[in-house]
T-cell receptor
Framework: ETGVTQSPTHLIKTRGQQVTLRCSSQ?????VSWYQQALGQGPQFIFQ???????GRGNFPPRFSGLQFPNYSSELNVNALELDDSALYLC?????????????FGPGTRLTVT | EDKVVQSPLSLVVHEGDTVTLNCSYE??????LLWYKQEKKAPTFLFML????IEKKSGRLSSILDKKELFSILNITATQTGDSAVYLC??????????FGGGTRLMVKP
């Protein structure tokens, strides 16, 4: 157990809809990152939040957005869903922005877009 | 663009064998290299490497980084069926971006 939880576990949406995924980090972990993992591939970095501000972003369009809250929870929002958005979405949290501290992953949310 | 390549893609061994997994990378402003084990969903942390030539060890697993040649290896000795998983290598840049490789799928047969 990593102390990082995600909800929901599974989700089915149709193309064009919007979705919100949630993550609850370990207490004291002020950095959260979100990843998209397509089947058979490694996770791809979406973005990172530190103290409620985005401080790093991968090659994802603006329809992927996020929020981080003071209570160590965060959200990933995806608008105008496309079929290719079907994937496992992972969040990971840690103390600080990097270098010395490992990050802990949640169990993920499996999103299917039909 | 930052890039991480892992080899082999997959590997089948028998219990007791020793395996070596490879990870090569190209990244701007390298900060650290990390290894994870992914069995079902959440990757679990194995090692973080920041300095060349210093071996990190945990039980039967060990890893080393070569920052000159831009690669890392993960060794698993005396493999067990519980080692069956996908092993992921990731490189973190100073931009806070983490780039993962595609993973090596290891299957250990009894």
């Amino acid at each position: 157990e990593t102390g990082v939880t995600q909800s929901p576990t599974h989700l089915i949406k149709t193309r064009g809809q919007q979705v919100t995924l949630r993550c609850s980090s370990q207490s004291g972990h002020n950095t959260v990152s979100w990843y998209q993992q397509a089947l058979g591939q490694g996770p791809q970095f979406i973005f990172q939040y530190y103290r409620e501000e985005e401080n790093g972003r991968g090659n994802f369009p603006p329809r992927f957005s996020g929020l981080q809250f003071p209570n160590y929870s965060s959200e990933l929002n995806v608008n105008a869903l496309e079929l290719d958005d079907s994937a496992l979405y992972l969040c990971a949290s840690r103390v600080g922005t990097g270098g010395l501290y490992e990050q802990y992953f949640g169990p993920g949310t499996r999103l299917t877009v039909t | 663009e930052d890039k991480v390549v892992q080899s082999p893609l997959s590997l089948v061994v028998h219990e007791g064998d020793t395996v070596t997994l490879n990870c090569s990378y190209e990244v701007t402003n390298f900060r650290s290299l990390l290894w994870y084990k992914q069995e079902k969903k959440a990757p679990t942390f194995l090692f973080m490497l920041t300095s060349s030539g210093i071996e990190k060890k945990s039980g039967r697993l060990s890893s080393i980084l070569d920052k000159k040649e831009l690669f890392s290896i993960l060794n698993i000795t005396a493999t067990q069926t519980g080692d069956s998983a996908v092993y992921l290598c990731a490189v973190e840049a100073l931009s806070n971006m983490l780039t993962f490789g595609g993973g090596t799928r290891l299957m250990v047969k009894p």
